[in-house]
């Protein structure tokens, strides 16, 4: 089993930034994939990065240039620099991993950490 705990949510105002964490424990040996997804009230959850083990990145075109995703292996954590907030990134962010196990993925999420940008 990952327990996942997230950090460093809150109250910005647009232009402003946030930096989120979510530190890993337990079975993180076989950690590959991390990332961060988000949602909002009334819509479904969404992709925002991921980065993969090796460093390899993805982002949702509604971030890129803004949000920076990375990870220190070392210490199980990954990280998303948000800078120039928009009030369209108010949303729930999650952190979510994937542990390999044998031929299986395992998906684990975080608690979810409030993102809320005043205009």
């Known amino acids: 089993q990952v327990q996942l705990v997230e950090s460093g949510g809150g109250l910005v105002q647009a232009g402003g930034s946030l930096r989120l964490s979510c530190a890993a424990s337990?079975?993180?040996?076989?950690?590959?994939?991390m990332g961060w997804y988000r949602q909002a009230p009334g819509k479904q959850r969404e992709l925002v990065a991921t980065?993969?083990?090796?460093?390899?990145?993805n982002y949702a075109d509604s971030v890129k240039g803004r949000f920076t995703i990375s990870r220190d292996n070392a210490k199980n954590t990954v990280y998303l620099q948000m800078n120039s907030l928009k009030p369209d990134d108010t949303a729930v962010y999650y952190c979510?991993?994937?542990?390999?196990?044998?031929?299986?993925?395992?998906?684990?999420w975080g608690q979810g950490t409030q993102v809320t940008v005043s205009s």
């Open positions: 979510h991993v994937v542990r390999l196990r044998l031929v299986y993925r395992d998906n684990y």
């Open positions: 337990g079975s993180t040996s076989t950690i590959s994939d």
């Open positions: 980065i993969s083990r090796g460093g390899s990145t």
